[in-house]
Each structure stands twice: as C-alpha cells, then as structure tokens.
C-alpha cells in the first residue's frame, strides 16, 4: 500500500477554528438523556464509575463481556433463556455471541403498550405524497403481526425459510418484516423502484419462499405500475411458492399472470384475525435478514445478520446514542432498499414512534416544476417529528436550495437533526445551525450495511463541532492505522474495528468457506498477535477532544485520488467544488495506470441555466487550487445531465472509473440498481469517445 498523505486543511470562515463548537448540550438535555440514566444504572447495579464518554468507551471495548451483559440488563431485554457466556474467544469474524440464549428481536421490538412501557402514542405514522395518512398503535401493529405471522405458518413458512419483500415505505414493510422475524423466517426487502434484473440478481441467492409485492408506487405525481416487472421477478424465483398481494395504486388490480402458478393471498385476508403473537424463542445466531451490497459493479453480497448481534447492536447505535424515548417521533427519508430503512424500524426497540414517509423527497409536483427542497422540513413541522434523518446528500440540496427551515415550518418539537450516507460538509453543518433553529443537537453518523450500524457516531450529552462526528460507538473499537498497521491520532488512515462486535456478519450467503467474507473486511489487517482486523473501507481522522475522541470520514479508500504518488480523499474535493454556487453536483474519478498519462476528470451537474464556460471552469480551478492544493486541480472539467448514484445516494465513483479504463458497461454495473438508470447513458458515451482518442496508435505494417 502507498502511504496515505494526510489532507490538507479545508477552507474555512475567518472567524473559525478547527476547534468550531456549534453547540453545547443544555444541563436539561444532559439529565433527560439515555446515556445518563445508563451511567447512573452502572453506578448502582455495577459500582462502575467514569470520568467522561472516553472513559465508558475504553471500558465498553476492553470488557465487552461486562459491557454487553449490562447493555442487555439496563434494558431489560426479554430472553426465553439467559446466555451462558457474552462472547466466545474466537477471533473474527469466528466469534459468537450470547451462546445458550434463546431470544427473538420482535418480542423487544413490541414489548411496548400502552399504561406500560409506552405512553398513548401511536407506533407507527405514515403519509404518502398521494395524500394517503394515518397512524397504528401499538396493539393494532402486535395483532396484525400476529396475523401476518399465522398466515405465513399455515402458508407452510418453516424457521430459516426466506419471506421477501417488493414494497415501498410503507407500514405493511413493517409488518411483514416483523412477522416473519417472529417465526424464524429470514427476512429481505426491495424497493419497487428497483427493476427486475437487480431484484433477481439478490433473491435469487436466498431462493425465497414467499414474495410479498405491491402492484406499483407513486413518486413526484407519477404513477409507477410495478406489474410487469414483478412478473419478470417471478420468472426468476422458481422458489417462490406463495404471494402476498398488496395493491397499492389501483385497489381492483390483479397480480401478473407469473402469480397465478402460485397461491396468491390478498394483503387484507392476511392480516384478518386475532391470532395470538408468539415469537419462536431462537439462538441469538438464527438469521434474521440478508441485507445487500449495492450490486452496482456485480452480483450483490447477501450479508446475514443474526437476531442476537441486531438486538444488542440496535439498542446500542439506535437507541441508546441516538437517545430515543417513548415520546419521541422519528422520520428517517429512506428508501426500502437501504440499509437505514432497517435501522430506522429498530427505533420501535425505544418505544418511539416511527415515521413512515414513502413518496418523492421534493413532493408530488417536482415532476413538472422546480424541485421543492423545503417539502421534507414542512412533513417535520405538521407531524410533530422530534428526530428528524436524512442522508447528507438532502442536506446538501437544500443548502444549495437556500432553504431557511425556520421559516417553512414550525420546528418547535423538532430537538435532533441526523445524517448518514455520506461526508456531511462543514458547510452543511453551518446552515443546519443557522437556519433551523437555534438549539438541536446535530448527530451525524457514519457505518455501514456491512454491521446494520455505525461505527462514529454522537450523543446528546456531548458538544457538536464543525465538521465532525462526535464519537466513537460504545463497544467498537474503531482505529484509524496507517499503512504500517499502527494507530494514529489526528492523521487520516483507513477505519479499522479491532474486536468484534455483535452485528457483524454471521456469514454472506452462499460464501462456502467464507471467503468471500474474509477477502471483504480480514485480508488487510492483522494485529500484533496476528488476529485479522476488520477494515470499513474508508479514511477517517480521528480527532482527540477533552470530552471524547470525534472523527472526520474523507471518503472511500478504494475511490482514492492518486496524483503523482500522493493519495487523497474525494470528499474534500466534492465540498469544495459543490460550494460553488453554480454546482448542485460533482464526481471525480483519477485514472493512473500503466501505458497511459494521469488523468484525473471532475464532472459537473450545474443548476437549471447555468453553463460550463471558461470563467466558470477557471473559478473550479482557482477554487480547488486554493482551499486544497495544485494536485487537487482536475485535468478536465465536463458537464454532464446528472450524476450517477445508487438507490442509496453514493455516487457510482468506481464504475465510471472502470468505464475509462475500458471495462464494459453490462459488467461494470447494473443499470437497475441506480436510482436514475439513464443518468449512466452520458458516461457510457463519453467513455467510449475517451477510449478512441486516448488508445495508442497502431504503427503502419
């Protein structure tokens, strides 16, 4: 591995230091908050005691037997049999879990009713852009589990079966999700946005026995019918015995004819009845779902979570630091086939009510008009949300959009904004503070599909600075090494995990042997006794404050920009370029490689009207010279119609590379896995005149 050169400081207002702090919890946001009362339990059940987050920390990584029993104590978690040990002492990624207990995450998931551990709220809110609202408590979401989960059982549905879902973001993914969680069934989801070949390309490695679909969705005032690519889906699941048929645009639709060869139960019948719910007590490493690589540059990895390591990560990462209680409204913007949709659900775990939005994030009628950024902050300030997530691509677009929150929407119940996904700019964190409101707590996290989780991540009990995450979760050893395989503070390295945590992958289905998953996350790293160390991926910088250690994520480490021997993160580059007010977008791909000069190429997505002229190109180029370095400065400037980006918003850094480099197209990606197909068509183009120019020339016989 070449060395990696630590980035260089980023431009900043004259007024700031690298030692920002844009907020200070209030000693009432303290006192109410999760880790308090954890801390005090810690004192008076353990007689443990801590000098500050840090020190919690240290302790949660170096005893993760004493930390991971009083997690699952100070929440009273619901066993049918108590675990014998914590962890085995295999190292990874052979390490069990919670061996002898006998759990399952849905009875912590709906232990909450009213009078008891919940107060009269609903646990789910939803609302589509078609006008469609409501709410379900929480008896009326444990009866149609229970019934959904009866259904599935007389449908043959067997422990370790496979019940997958075609669905939007809606609350019958919820159910479904939760009964066949309940009886033992493996449980994965896609969005109906998703076309047939990425669909079939995921269920198709955990061959399903049930399908639960809709007939379409609604997005930005258009109708989808769904249908025919749901009969191409089923021309690929030969496994699939039973559907579970949801309409959802037209109430009289008929499932496609690929159904008629297998049961077909009506949504409504399915749910009818008042079946007792009775979760199968199950080993803590039963699976409980596959969740999906973004399969944008071949097949997806199908990553197995188990019941056990989602539970206690989930009440670690979703509840406990992003400090959910009972009376808490949570919106996450999430599409289906994101991880985060998943996590999002896992705040029932706290008793609060989740927030189910599916439709457009710029409203029904950006189809026709100019794309309506305030839309997602006006959903917050009518439904009473308290937490409020996006991923920071939204965050960005409504920076650009010059939305003032404040003054579209009564935030007053809002007290925490949170972002994921990707780098959230310093700019970014100036505008959430200036034009918000004046007090929330910012928590923006980073982590991965890969441990249904995160690995940086904040508290409300801690000081938000510019630009920063704010700490370390509770019982992940996260590091940045260097190349060398040692520790570093304050210098980038790759974000490493030294010790197992409970959410990592039991397996990836199909991976015989496991090696796939090793050469994934195991082959880079060892420690000094030579036990393999998970890698993330990514750059990070850890930053030591007096209060905790808070991190910098810099971007992927495989999408990394190599000039003359110096290696440097894209996420620097994309702030600065989309601080420009012109640019509503950017990607940025470096191609170094034997037989051909350097070539590093930044495309632009500029607002409506705006052009690509030589001003505008030498403001890009002056601007990257000057907040980063001459080596930063692009070697060509192109504008393009839109940038590339999975369902999940990450930008496709890596295939555009791979088209310049000649890869061709069908096995670079899958045109269905992103979220606008067509917005690959330009580049597939330009790769092909790049190719032609740049191809040594054939000297004459």
Same mark, same amino acid.
């Given at each position: 591995?070449?060395?990696?050169?630590?980035?260089p400081?980023?431009?900043?207002?004259?007024?700031?230091?690298?030692?920002?702090?844009?907020?200070?919890?209030?000693?009432?946001?303290?006192?109410?908050?999760?880790?308090?009362?954890?801390?005090?339990?810690?004192?008076?059940?353990?007689?443990?005691?801590?000098?500050g987050?840090?020190?919690?920390?240290?302790?949660?990584?170096d005893e993760?037997?004493?930390?991971?029993?009083?997690?699952?104590?100070?929440?009273?978690?619901p066993?049918?049999?108590?675990?014998?040990?914590?962890?085995s002492?295999d190292?990874?990624?052979?390490?069990?879990?919670f061996?002898?207990?006998?759990?399952?995450?849905?009875?912590t998931?709906?232990?909450?009713?009213?009078?008891?551990?919940?107060?009269?709220t609903?646990?789910?809110?939803?609302?589509?852009?078609?006008?469609g609202?409501?709410?379900?408590?929480w008896?009326?979401?444990?009866?149609?589990?229970?019934?959904?989960?009866?259904t599935?059982?007389?449908?043959?549905?067997?422990?370790?079966?496979?019940?997958?879902?075609?669905?939007?973001?809606?609350?019958?993914?919820?159910?479904?999700?939760?009964?066949?969680?309940?009886?033992?069934?493996?449980?994965?989801l896609?969005?109906?946005?998703?076309?047939?070949?990425?669909?079939?390309?995921?269920?198709?490695q955990?061959?399903?026995?049930?399908?639960?679909a809709?007939?379409?969705y609604?997005?930005?005032?258009?109708?989808?019918?769904?249908?025919?690519?749901?009969?191409?889906?089923?021309?690929?699941?030969?496994?699939?015995?039973?559907?579970?048929?949801?309409?959802?645009?037209?109430?009289?639709?008929?499932?496609?004819?690929?159904a008629?060869?297998?049961?077909?139960v009506?949504?409504?019948?399915?749910?009818?009845?008042?079946?007792?719910?009775?979760?199968?007590?199950?080993?803590?490493?039963?699976?409980l779902w596959?969740?999906?690589?973004?399969?944008?540059?071949?097949?997806p990895?199908?990553?197995?979570?188990?019941h056990?390591?989602?539970?206690?990560?989930?009440?670690?990462?979703?509840?406990?630091?992003?400090?959910?209680?009972?009376?808490?409204?949570?919106?996450?913007?999430?599409n289906?086939?994101?991880?985060?949709?998943?996590?999002?659900?896992?705040g029932?775990?706290?008793?609060?009510?989740?927030?189910?939005?599916?439709?457009?994030?710029?409203?029904?009628?950006?189809?026709?008009?100019?794309?309506?950024?305030?839309?997602?902050?006006?959903l917050?300030?009518?439904?009473?949300?308290?937490?409020?997530?996006?991923?920071?691509?939204?965050?960005?677009?409504?920076?650009?959009?010059?939305?003032?929150?404040?003054?579209?929407?009564?935030?007053?119940?809002?007290?925490?904004?949170?972002?994921?996904g990707?780098?959230?700019?310093?700019?970014?964190?100036?505008?959430?503070?200036?034009?918000?409101?004046?007090d929330?707590? %910012?928590?923006? /996290?980073?982590? @991965?599909? !890969?441990?249904?989780?995160?690995? &940086? *991540?904040?508290?409300?009990?801690?000081?938000? #600075?510019?630009?920063?995450?704010?700490?370390?979760?509770?019982?992940?050893?996260?590091?940045?090494?260097?190349?060398?395989?040692?520790?570093?503070?304050?210098?980038?390295?790759?974000?490493?995990?030294?010790?197992?945590?409970?959410?990592?992958?039991?397996y990836?289905?199909?991976?015989?042997?496991g090696?796939?998953?090793?050469?994934?996350?195991?082959?880079?790293?060892?420690?000094?006794?030579?036990?393999?160390?998970?890698?993330?991926g990514?750059?990070l910088?850890?930053?030591?404050?007096?209060?905790?250690?808070?991190?910098?994520?810099?971007?992927?480490?495989?999408?990394?920009?190599?000039?003359?021997?110096?290696?440097?993160?894209?996420?620097? %580059?994309?702030? /600065?370029?989309? @601080?420009? !007010?012109?640019?509503?977008?950017? &990607? *940025?791909?470096?191609?170094?490689?034997?037989? #051909?000069?350097?070539?590093?190429?930044?495309?632009?997505?500029?607002?409506?009207?705006?052009?690509?002229?030589?001003?505008?190109?030498?403001?890009i180029?002056?601007?990257?010279?000057?907040?980063l370095?001459v080596?930063?400065?692009?070697?060509?400037?192109?504008?393009?119609?839109?940038?590339?980006?999975?369902?999940?918003?990450k930008?496709?850094?890596?295939?555009?590379?791979?088209?310049?480099?000649?890869h061709?197209?069908?096995?670079?990606?899958?045109r269905?896995?992103?979220?606008q197909?067509?917005?690959?068509?330009?580049?597939?183009?330009?790769?092909?005149?790049?190719?032609a120019?740049?191809?040594p020339?054939?000297?004459?016989?």
């Amino acid at each position: 591995m070449t060395t990696l050169t630590a980035l260089p400081p980023t431009a900043s207002a004259s007024n700031e230091t690298p030692d920002t702090l844009l907020w200070q919890p209030s000693t009432a946001r303290r006192e109410r908050a999760l880790i308090t009362a954890f801390e005090a339990w810690l004192a008076r059940k353990r007689g443990l005691r801590f000098d500050g987050y840090e020190a919690l920390w240290q302790w949660s990584v170096d005893e993760p037997e004493a930390f991971w029993s009083a997690l699952l104590a100070f929440f009273d978690v619901p066993m049918a049999q108590a675990p014998r040990r914590m962890r085995s002492d295999d190292p990874m990624p052979a390490t069990q879990w919670f061996e002898g207990a006998r759990l399952n995450l849905v009875d912590t998931l709906l232990r909450h009713t009213p009078g008891g551990t919940q107060p009269q709220t609903p646990a789910i809110v939803f609302e589509d852009e078609s006008g469609g609202a409501g709410e379900i408590s929480w008896p009326e979401l444990r009866r149609q589990v229970g019934a959904l989960a009866h259904t599935l059982r007389t449908l043959g549905v067997q422990p370790g079966d496979r019940v997958v879902g075609y669905l939007p973001n809606i609350p019958q993914a919820v159910v479904a999700f939760l009964a066949a969680a309940s009886i033992g069934a493996v449980w994965a989801l896609c969005a109906p946005d998703m076309g047939p070949v990425s669909v079939g390309d995921r269920y198709r490695q955990i061959e399903p026995k049930v399908l639960v679909a809709v007939d379409g969705y609604r997005y930005a005032g258009k109708p989808f019918d769904r249908r025919a690519a749901l009969g191409d889906i089923l021309d690929q699941l030969p496994t699939v015995r039973h559907v579970i048929w949801l309409p959802c645009l037209d109430p009289a639709a008929a499932p496609p004819a690929q159904a008629q060869a297998r049961t077909v139960v009506p949504w409504a019948a399915a749910v009818a009845g008042n079946a007792p719910l009775e979760p199968l007590a199950l080993a803590p490493d039963h699976p409980l779902w596959t969740l999906y690589s973004s399969g944008t540059t071949g097949l997806p990895k199908a990553i197995v979570h188990g019941h056990g390591g989602v539970l206690a990560n989930s009440l670690v990462a979703m509840v406990l630091h992003n400090d959910l209680h009972p009376e808490d409204r949570v919106l996450w913007a999430v599409n289906t086939s994101w991880m985060v949709w998943n996590a999002h659900v896992m705040g029932l775990l706290g008793g609060a009510t989740i927030v189910l939005y599916d439709g457009c994030v710029t409203g029904a009628g950006s189809a026709s008009a100019e794309p309506d950024w305030a839309f997602l902050w006006r959903l917050v300030g009518r439904l009473r949300v308290t937490t409020f997530g996006v991923g920071a691509a939204i965050h960005h677009a409504c920076l650009k959009a010059g939305v003032v929150p404040r003054q579209v929407a009564d935030l007053s119940a809002l007290h925490t904004v949170c972002s994921t996904g990707s780098p959230l700019s310093p700019e970014a964190y100036r505008w959430l503070y200036r034009e918000v409101k004046n007090d929330f707590w %910012l928590n923006v /996290v980073s982590g @991965g599909t !890969d441990i249904a989780g995160g690995f &940086l *991540v904040g508290l409300p009990t801690l000081p938000v #600075r510019l630009g920063e995450m704010q700490c370390r979760a509770l019982g992940a050893s996260v590091q940045a090494w260097n190349d060398a395989g040692q520790p570093v503070l304050d210098a980038v390295g790759e974000l490493v995990c030294t010790r197992p945590i409970p959410s990592m992958p039991l397996y990836f289905w199909g991976d015989t042997g496991g090696t796939r998953y090793k050469e994934s996350y195991f082959d880079t790293f060892h420690d000094a006794e030579q036990r393999p160390v998970w890698r993330q991926g990514d750059w990070l910088r850890l930053v030591a404050r007096p209060e905790a250690v808070g991190g910098i994520i810099y971007g992927r480490s495989d999408a990394t920009i190599n000039r003359q021997g110096v290696r440097m993160g894209t996420a620097e %580059l994309y702030r /600065v370029v989309e @601080g420009l !007010d012109d640019v509503l977008d950017s &990607l *940025v791909v470096d191609l170094e490689y034997l037989g #051909r000069p350097s070539y590093l190429a930044l495309y632009v997505q500029l607002r409506a009207g705006a052009m690509l002229d030589e001003p505008l190109r030498q403001r890009i180029r002056q601007a990257l010279r000057n907040a980063l370095s001459v080596r930063h400065v692009p070697d060509e400037i192109l504008q393009v119609p839109v940038i590339p980006k999975t369902v999940t918003g990450k930008k496709l850094e890596l295939p555009v590379k791979k088209l310049l480099l000649g890869h061709p197209a069908g096995r670079v990606l899958h045109r269905d896995a992103l979220a606008q197909p067509e917005s690959i068509d330009w580049f597939v183009q330009f790769a092909a005149d790049y190719l032609a120019r740049t191809a040594p020339q054939k000297l004459p016989i």
